[in-house]
């Protein structure tokens, strides 16, 4: 998964390695920190690449949270500037390496085989690991129905509460949780027919628009439902109701009492 | 100045200072002395006149007491012609049967024919041995005869021996009926052809000798007692104070109160008398040494002068011109110039003060210049390293190169990038000058911007307004780019929505108004505040966010040389709009180029 906010970047940085001989497949791509909380569960991946330099959320902040709910992820730092101070932060936290832009293509394909190494390497001790998680599963599913479905409604409950919360996802419910993030990620859509995503993604636009009627600014109403990224919070937002974000509010004041669902 | 002296000089009063602990020591010293000399005055004062009453008190005593002495003579021998008075001797040699009546006022006669050529007896007693007795003035008295017939009184006259015995009161058988006090000079009378005690003669003095003798010498200050303390004559006031310790021919003396007032008290025996003088003085003027104090008063005076002299001297000498050279000082450093000080100074100790100090702001001075001169050094060279790093020529080379390739292989966009990015950097190094032509400087904005447009897609899009005369305006060099780097990452891409960068500039009475305005997402107004009034102490390097706007901010004021040369307008959610004001400085311009 590549993390930066400039697109060209982003289209190199895809576009100038050859992942296909590592055996290895870009698997996303996030212009932001917050986009990339949104979008980690779905994507998976057990590579990121990580920009410090992003608005809204930076790549420091983005790999405090990653590394606390994505243990085995390997995050790889990239930097257009070589200060100091974050030189400093980034080695404070558990990085795999640390990378200067513009970058090489032969120095990328180093760092990406010694990951490659790290990962198979654990992979063994992974895999049985995640046997036993699944029959510890079982044995949960078949101790108590019950509690599970009451699992399913607090946990909703919960994020209609908090999904102002912009580090929000469906890693950190699991974690508070007690739960395997596939696990809960089955469940919940098992139990509600949406996946999570989708459900806090469907309640942050839902409460957008109502801030859409009242005129508020984009980047203003971005921030208020949790993802202050406003170019994500777009997209989001395009997707959810056919229409910019702007045409929304213009419709809306030609149209006063016009809902769009 | 001198108000701002006082202030220095009300600081330093907290702790010690010269001239206040010297004003203590003068006021301390004066303030002794002076109670040292009014001491010395009352002690020396009070000894003179106790000295003196003591001198006059016992003149007078003296004289009267023998004046006393010599009186009761008179009485004494007088006393010794009564008892060879003819009629007395008939009197006494008769046999106890014999005595008439007739011979008693005989001899009474003969008695008072004596009594008549003196003053001051009161009375006359006689008794023979078988104690038939005659007296002058019978009547005036009354007898204690219990005591008459018993032996005391008696054994007391005869152990005299036919000499005087003075007594008080009758020896204490008679008194007077109106209680006057009488002194009695007592003998026993020996017949003179046969030596044999026939009786005993009593004459009793009246008091009124004595007051006589105090108003001849016109004393009313004394008072004559008996040795029992009875008041015999002179102020009765007096009485009072008797008691045993003036039973002696010594005189004594004695320090009393009077009606609050201290007076001397002095009192003696006279000589083989039973009586008492007391006298009390007041202790007059005449006891005052004055000529002594006049010349201790002047001494005073003198130390006075000298004293306030040295405190003058010492001010106007020392601590003044401290004062002055401290505040000439601090003049210095309030003006932040490191000028010599010139201050007029009496003495060559405060002279070399100041010369100390001047050397020394001549050796800081010269610290200075150095330490601008390492300063400039370095920056050259620090510059020249930075050049040397950058090597313009290779790196436009190698753009060039570059953009040829592209051209070549028809990839014409790349060719284009490359040329705005060789552009910007040649106008971004401008040869390394500091100021350059207000065009230049939107070059440097266009290129950029197109350069970020490039990054970040079709997220801006750019308008200027420059006004044509402003055209060749010397700026400093990047204060638009910083700005507009602002616009984009704080203002524009926080918003997520497209946005517009507009840049103005016109000329205002001479001075270049720069606008830059982005409709992003506003500055609060707190935000706004900090920028413009933060120091450097106050803004944090690290906090990169506001430090470019900032640091531009304070070079345009630097190169300005004023504060209000910025000027910062904005609505949150609608736009930033920045406005500099940068003043011509044509002759800074032609020496930059």
């Known amino acids: 998964m590549i993390i930066d906010d400039e697109e060209s970047a982003r289209k190199l940085m895809r576009a100038s390695i050859d992942y296909e001989s590592l055996g290895m497949q870009v698997v996303g791509e996030a212009a932001s920190g917050i986009e990339a909380i949104n979008t980690i569960d779905e994507l998976r991946p057990d590579i990121a690449f990580v920009d410090i330099n992003m608005p809204f959320m930076d790549g420091i902040e983005f790999t405090t949270v990653a590394t606390g709910r994505y243990p085995n992820l390997i995050i790889i730092i990239m930097t257009a500037v070589d200060q100091f101070e974050y030189a400093r932060k980034c080695v404070s936290l558990p990085v795999f390496d640390y990378m200067l832009k513009p970058m090489v293509r032969a120095e990328v394909t180093k760092v990406l085989e010694r990951a490659k190494e790290k990962l198979e390497s654990s992979e063994t001790a992974y895999s049985e690991e995640l046997k036993s998680a699944g029959e510890s599963e079982e044995e949960i599913s078949e101790e108590g129905n019950l509690g599970e479905a009451n699992a399913t409604e607090v946990i909703k409950k919960y994020v209609k509460e908090n999904f102002t919360d912009s580090k929000l996802n469906l890693a950190f419910i699991a974690q508070n949780f007690g739960f395997s993030s596939s696990y809960l990620s089955r469940k919940f859509k098992q139990d509600t027919g949406k996946n999570f995503v989708e459900y806090l993604t469907d309640l942050r636009m839902k409460k957008a628009i109502k801030y859409a009627e009242n005129g508020y600014k984009m980047y203003q109403t971005a921030s208020e439902v949790g993802i202050p990224d406003p170019n994500y919070f777009s997209r989001c937002f395009k997707k959810y109701a056919g229409m910019s974000y702007s045409e929304f509010v213009a419709e809306k004041c030609v149209q006063p009492g016009t809902s769009v669902s | ?593």
Not at chain 2, 406 to 413: C, N, Q, W
Not at chain 2, 558 to 575: C, N
Request: negative net charge; contains cysteine; proline residues 2%.
């Open chain 2, 1 to 593: 100045m001198r108000k701002f002296l006082w202030r220095r000089v009300n600081e330093l009063n907290e702790k010690k200072t010269l001239s206040s602990s010297l004003k203590k020591v003068i006021l301390g010293i004066v303030l002794s002395t002076v109670a040292a000399f009014m001491l010395a005055t009352y002690v020396i004062t009070k000894r003179e006149q106790i000295d003196y009453g003591m001198r006059d008190s016992e003149n007078v005593l003296r004289t009267l007491s023998s004046n006393i002495s010599s009186e009761m003579e008179k009485y004494m021998s007088l006393s010794r012609l009564i008892m060879t008075e003819d009629r007395l001797v008939t009197f006494l040699r008769a046999s106890t049967l014999s005595v008439d009546i007739g011979m008693i006022n005989d001899a009474r006669y003969g008695i008072m024919d004596i009594l008549n050529v003196t003053e001051g007896v009161d009375t006359v007693m006689v008794f023979r041995e078988d104690m038939i007795m005659l007296a002058t003035r019978n009547f005036m008295y009354i007898y204690d005869y219990d005591r008459m017939d018993g032996n005391e009184w008696k054994q007391e006259i005869y152990d005299g021996f036919g000499s005087t015995v003075v007594s008080l009161d009758t020896f204490g058988i008679a008194a007077r009926k109106d209680s006057k006090a009488v002194v009695t000079v007592g003998r026993a009378i020996y017949d003179t052809s046969s030596q044999k005690r026939t009786g005993i003669l009593l004459m009793n003095i009246s008091n009124n000798v004595f007051e006589r003798m105090l108003v001849r010498i016109r004393y009313n200050n004394i008072c004559i007692l008996g040795d029992d303390g009875t008041y015999i004559a002179g102020n009765k006031g007096y009485a009072q104070y008797f008691d045993d310790y003036f039973l002696s021919e010594k005189i004594k003396y004695r320090n009393i109160k009077i009606g609050g007032e201290s007076q001397l008290l002095s009192g003696c025996q006279v000589p083989n008398l039973p009586i008492v003088i007391l006298r009390v003085s007041p202790y007059g003027m005449e006891g005052i040494p004055f000529r002594m104090l006049y010349v201790l008063l002047f001494l005073l005076t003198v130390f006075m002068i000298i004293a306030v002299y040295v405190v003058l001297f010492i001010r106007q000498t020392i601590t003044n011109p401290i004062y002055e050279l401290s505040a000439s000082m601090e003049n210095n450093k309030k003006s932040g110039e490191l000028r010599k000080i010139d201050v007029e100074v009496p003495y060559s100790e405060l002279e070399m003060l100041e010369g100390d100090y001047n050397s020394m702001i001549d050796h800081v001075n010269e610290l200075f210049d150095e330490l601008v001169e390492k300063e400039q050094t370095l920056q050259r060279a620090e510059l020249r390293v930075l050049q040397e790093q950058i090597k313009p020529h290779f790196l436009y080379n190698s753009i060039e190169t570059i953009g040829y390739m592209a051209m070549d292989s028809g990839a014409e966009k790349v060719h284009d990038a490359l040329e705005t990015l060789g552009s910007f950097y040649r106008n971004f190094l401008s040869k390394g000058d500091r100021e350059i032509p207000l065009s230049r400087e939107i070059w440097i904005v266009k290129d950029y911007l197109s350069l970020q447009k490039l990054r970040y897609g079709d997220i801006l899009e750019d308008e200027y307004h420059i006004d044509e005369k402003t055209q060749d305006f010397v700026v400093p060099k990047l204060i638009l780019q910083p700005l507009v780097e602002n616009c984009i990452y704080h203002g524009i891409r926080m918003k997520g929505e497209k946005g517009k960068i507009e840049i103005t500039s016109k000329l205002v009475d001479g001075e270049l108004h720069l606008t830059v305005k982005d409709t992003g997402v506003g500055m609060k107004q707190e935000d706004i505040d900090k920028i413009l009034c933060s120091k450097r102490e106050e803004m944090d390097s690290n906090d990169s966010e506001s430090f470019g706007l900032w640091g531009t901010i304070e070079r345009i004021r630097y190169y300005a040389g004023r504060d209000d040369v910025v000027r910062i307008a904005s609505e949150i959610g609608e736009f930033t709009e920045i406005e500099f004001i940068i003043p011509n400085k044509s002759a800074l311009a032609s020496r930059g180029e």
